[in-house]
């Protein structure tokens, strides 16, 4: 009912709000690894400065992290829904939260699957800076393979 109106919104939100914030903390960090080559493992956090901007900039990064994990565990549910409705998955009981919006939807064995591929993950990475690398691999593939 109101999507005619929230599109044009979130596209006028994303290029006037957010692009332009990610291309600022992109140049912002990229200028302070040129200032401080040995920073150049982790610029975001060693940038930061000491006291109360870490702790602020640790509650947005949580929070960014959070919003993230919402968007690909209903990414995943959407996906998984059209392939049911096109028949190349087998049929899982999907569970609506909302009466009123069709696409809220919630599937309990796709959620304990992303659980356990979740643990399996980090054990079996056991360190961040390799976890790091491969999202990085990961969204790295995943441009190249849309832009194609």
């Not at 009912?1 to 291309?23: A, M, N, R, W």
């Not at 939807?105 to 979740?118: H, W």
Request: with cysteine; glycine share 8%; hydrophobic share 55%.
């Amino acid at each position: 009912l109101l999507l005619p109106l929230l599109v044009p919104c979130l596209q006028l939100s994303f290029c006037g709000c957010v692009y332009p914030c990610l291309i600022v903390t992109y140049m912002g960090q990229a200028s302070y690894v040129l200032a401080h080559p040995e920073s150049y493992t982790n610029p975001f956090w060693i940038s930061v400065p000491a006291g109360g901007a870490f702790w602020v900039m640790l509650v947005i990064a949580t929070a960014a992290s959070v919003v993230a994990s919402q968007a690909l565990i209903s990414g995943v549910f959407s996906i998984l829904r059209q392939a049911m409705a096109l028949g190349v998955l087998p049929r899982l009981k999907i569970t609506h939260t909302d009466e009123v919006a069709e696409g809220q939807i919630y599937i309990g064995q796709v959620n304990y699957m992303l659980l356990a591929g979740c643990i399996a993950m980090v054990a079996g990475f056991q360190d961040t800076t390799a976890m790091g690398h491969a999202y990085g691999v990961a969204v790295i593939t995943v441009m190249f393979i849309t832009t194609v």
